[in-house]
């Protein structure tokens, strides 16, 4: 079974700063995808951004990037330029190339972007 | 843009009574899933549904859940009897292909029992 550690429960940040938030996974797959999934206030689970296992660069999204290190089994996620809108539940997501494609979660790190 | 919905967004039953949860996946997207979240707690899976049939489904996945697709639209998760510890977020997510990794979630329904 796979397993996804978020270590830091909460996390602050002002406005226009820098924030990382990090991840660790456990798993004897070779072939998988990670995620990052924002939960706003209004509970909808939103995609941030997502890597394939069998790719070596990370990936980026605008002011949002991973840090993959598949050896390490670790994907964190940095946040640029902070924005209020930032604020939300922030899960780390690991899914296995099977029949179902389910998504493990981790238990959330809950950040707050401060003015 | 397309968006899967969800009804009702809170739901309020008794102990031991059944509920439906009905979802309206993204239209064309073949892959179709069950999450609850407890209050204050991580996201599980509960079910994945592809071509008219179960693929995979978690320990929480008991018996007297069951999930169907009546028609083209719909995606429903029943709960037969339902327990104080069935109290939770529940999120429908359609995924389009087995090559599409992205996830689409619903709002999510609030179910509590009382």
């Known amino acids: 079974a796979q397993t996804v550690t978020q270590s830091q429960p909460e996390m602050s940040v002002q406005e226009a700063e820098t924030v990382t938030l990090s991840c660790t996974y456990d798993t004897s797959e070779s072939n998988y995808y990670l995620f990052w999934y924002k939960q706003p206030p209004s509970r909808q689970m939103i995609l941030v951004i997502r890597?394939?296992?069998?790719?070596?660069q990370n990936a980026t999204e605008n002011r949002f990037s991973v840090n993959f290190q598949k050896a390490a089994k670790s994907f964190s996620l940095k946040i640029s330029d902070s924005q209020l809108g930032d604020t939300a539940m922030y899960f780390c997501a690991f899914m296995k190339q099977d029949s179902g494609y389910a998504l493990n979660f981790g238990k959330g790190t809950s950040l707050l972007v401060t003015p | 843009e397309p968006e899967v919905t969800q009804t009702p967004s809170h739901q309020v039953t008794q102990m031991g009574q059944e509920v439906i949860l009905r979802c309206v996946p993204i239209?064309?997207?073949?892959?179709f899933y069950w999450y609850r979240q407890i209050l204050g707690q991580k996201v599980e899976f509960l079910v994945s549904f592809y071509n008219n049939e179960i693929s995979e489904k978690s320990e929480i996945f008991d018996d007297q859940f069951s999930v169907e697709r009546p028609d083209g639209s719909n995606f429903t998760l029943k709960i037969r009897s339902t327990k104080l510890e069935d109290s939770a977020m529940y999120f429908c997510?359609?995924?389009?292909?087995?090559?599409?990794?992205?996830?689409?979630f619903g709002q999510g329904t609030r179910l509590t029992v009382v």
């Open positions: 239209s064309n997207h073949l892959y």
């Open positions: 890597q394939e296992a069998y790719k070596q």
């Open positions: 997510a359609s995924r389009a292909g087995q090559m599409n990794t992205e996830a689409f």
